[in-house]
Nanobody
Framework: VQLQASGGGLVQAGGSLRLSCAASGRYAMGWFRQAPGKERESVAAITWRGGNRYHANSVRGRFTISRDNANTVYLRMSSLRPEDTGVYYC????????????????????WGQGTQVTVSS
């Protein structure tokens, strides 16, 4: 599976961006981010059918994960803050029915190369 995240860029605080990531097949998807000097952290996740969605506390109410029938996953980011700056990665997990920690990096089988999001103050 090749994942390609896109949609990053430079935006002022309070602005919005939408990230996209395409993955054909039955995959649960997650978005992670990594700021300079910090560990990678989970931002949001969605099950392969899209019935369950999860958002980190730091982005809840501002970011929304969704997916369409064409197996593209989106991360709509609004009210962006400088602390949202980082490289955003999409990740895919083969749908298996197993219980897993959607926020854990090692729960995912495939990773995209990342897209830079920079929020200026």
């Amino acid at each position: 599976v090749q994942l390609q995240a896109s949609g990053g860029g430079l935006v002022q605080a309070g602005g919005s961006l939408r990230l996209s990531c395409a993955a054909s097949g039955r995959y649960a998807m997650g978005w992670f981010r990594q700021a300079p000097g910090k560990e990678r952290e989970s931002v949001a996740a969605i099950t392969w059918r899209g019935g369950n969605r999860y958002h980190a506390n730091s982005v809840r109410g501002r970011f929304t994960i969704s997916r369409d029938n064409a197996n593209t996953v989106y991360l709509r980011m609004s009210s962006l803050r400088p602390e949202d700056t980082g490289v955003y990665y999409c990740a895919a997990r083969r749908a298996s029915g197993d219980v897993y920690d959607h926020s854990a990096s090692n729960a995912y089988d495939y990773w995209g190369q990342g897209t830079q999001v920079t929020v200026s103050s």
